[in-house]
């Protein structure tokens, strides 16, 4: 089956311990990316990535890495989380990184940084 | 200014009803890509249906269609026959540019439909 998968669906950590969060996709897709929704706030990119070894940011990229070593993953470091990073994060992917091409998402990463 | 405009936070319908979900859009470029994305609330992000800005018929995709009125900048998603599983938030949502290199995915606010019995 074609999906995006991301781990761990549920994260609760403490303020300043390093976390990784997993997305793979098993669709060859050449874009991936990294949102975050918040209420009020919607949702908002992190990082994108156009290919492997290719990534830059998006609107809120403090305090949040990401690598692209291989095409079909793209993790997302966050080396000292804050409560402020308390999100609901998703890994999207899709073929291409142009205007006709649909993201698809994994199922979510509920974050609490306590 | 905002790019994508969905001026209903909520709406209802009765089942087996047919709903409509407004979307407006705004952008300078010829070239663009319209999406419509289902969060149901357990969270997770479906694709429902995409329609291009040189499309000349109005996407659908089972039951869901595409109202495209390109010269008034809507997208509007039509949800024929709902069902109590159509209740979720519902996301508009634009790629703008070339179809080659990079285009960023901008999202509306949502609209949160419930379908009643």
């Known amino acids: 089956e074609a999906q995006v998968t991301q781990n761990p669906r549920y994260l609760i950590t403490v303020t300043g311990k390093k976390l990784t969060v997993t997305c793979s996709q098993n669709?060859?897709?050449?874009?991936m990316s990294w949102y975050r929704q918040d209420p009020g706030l919607g949702l908002r990119q992190i990082y994108y990535s156009m290919n492997v070894e290719v990534t830059d940011k998006g609107d809120v990229p403090e305090g949040y890495k990401v690598s692209r070593k291989e095409k079909r993953n793209f993790p997302l470091i966050l080396e000292s989380p804050s409560p402020n990073q308390t999100s609901l994060y998703f890994c999207?992917?899709?073929?291409?990184?142009?205007?006709?091409?649909?993201?698809?998402f994994g199922n979510g990463t509920r974050l609490t940084v306590t | 200014a905002q790019k994508i405009t969905q001026t209903q936070p909520g709406m209802f319908v009765q089942e087996k009803e047919a709903v409509t979900l407004d979307c407006t859009y705004d952008?300078?470029?010829?070239?663009?890509?319209l999406f419509w994305y289902k969060q149901p609330s357990s969270g997770e992000m479906i694709f429902l249906i995409y329609?291009?800005?040189?499309?000349?018929q109005n996407a659908t995709e089972g039951r869901y269609s595409l109202n495209f009125q390109k010269a008034r900048k809507s997208a509007n998603l039509v949800i024929s026959a709902s069902q109590l599983g159509d209740s979720a938030m519902y996301f508009c949502a634009m790629r703008e540019g070339p179809s080659g290199g990079y285009n960023k995915l901008i999202f509306g606010a949502g609209t949160r439909l419930a379908v009643h019995p």
């Open positions: 952008t300078s470029d010829p070239s663009y890509g």
């Open positions: 669709m060859n897709h050449e874009y």
């Open positions: 999207a992917s899709s073929l291409t990184g142009g205007r006709n091409s649909p993201l698809h």
């Open positions: 329609q291009g800005s040189y499309d000349q």
